[in-house]
């Protein structure tokens, strides 16, 4: 086979679009041993075909089975994530709830004594506690007498500031007015020179 030729049919190889006949050529001419320079990578490929077994064609159903398997893995797949979920969901609840029960029966809560069966004791009782907070608000709130004391004090301050910034104000006006008559009676004296 001459080297154009060859080379023809190895880039229409390469690219997918020989024939069969023309791959039988390649094959017959590569299974031979007198192969020009260069090609032996070819030699190689060809040399494979020719030892490999034949592939069979599938058969008619055999797309159909692929799909399938694939679709009847893909369901086994999903169902068993559920499962998954429930399995977590229920151990962390089962978890939760042994908490919990451990909590109740290693801390017993204690009994609450706070019923009385005479009625005098209770309101007695009743009273000594009612005693007690009063006594705590009140040195509570006399603890904020000072804070009360300061807050007077700003507010009497907020007051000069305030007189302090009308006067300013009112200073800040007259120079404005004093400096706009100025300013009319420079334009008419402008004005006059003018003329």
């Given at each position: 086979m001459k080297e154009e030729r060859l080379?023809?049919?190895?880039e229409k190889y390469y690219n997918g679009d020989t024939s069969l006949s023309e791959e039988e050529d390649?094959?017959?001419?590569?299974?031979?041993?007198?192969?020009?320079?260069?090609?032996?990578?070819?030699?190689?490929?060809?040399?494979?075909?020719?030892c490999a077994d034949v592939i069979p064609v599938p058969s008619a159903d055999f797309e159909e089975r692929i799909k399938k398997v694939v679709y009847d893995t893909e369901k086994n797949k999903s169902s068993i994530s559920v499962r998954k979920r429930y399995i977590y969901i229920l151990s962390s609840a089962a978890a939760i709830l042994?908490?919990?029960?451990?909590?109740?029966?290693?801390?017993?809560?204690?009994?609450?004594?706070?019923?009385?069966?005479?009625?005098?004791?209770?309101y007695a009782e009743t009273m000594r506690i009612l005693?007690?907070?009063?006594?705590?608000?009140?040195?509570?709130?006399?603890?904020?007498?000072?804070?009360?004391?300061?807050?007077i004090a700003t507010l009497t301050g907020m007051r000069s500031i305030d007189r302090s910034a009308v006067?300013?104000?009112?200073n800040l006006k007259r120079?404005?007015?004093?400096e706009q008559i100025s300013t009319n009676e420079?334009?008419?004296n402008i004005r006059n020179n003018n003329k």
């Open positions: 080379k023809e049919l190895l390649l094959r017959k001419y590569f299974s031979g041993d007198d192969i020009l320079d260069g090609y032996e990578a070819e030699k190689e490929i060809f040399s494979h075909y020719s042994l908490l919990i029960g451990s909590y109740f029966l290693f801390f017993p809560q204690p009994k609450q004594e706070d019923t009385f069966s005479d009625p005098k004791l209770a005693n007690e907070v009063s006594v705590k608000l009140n040195k509570g709130t006399q603890a904020l007498k000072p804070i009360g004391k300061i807050q006067i300013i104000s009112k120079i404005k007015l004093f420079n334009q008419i």
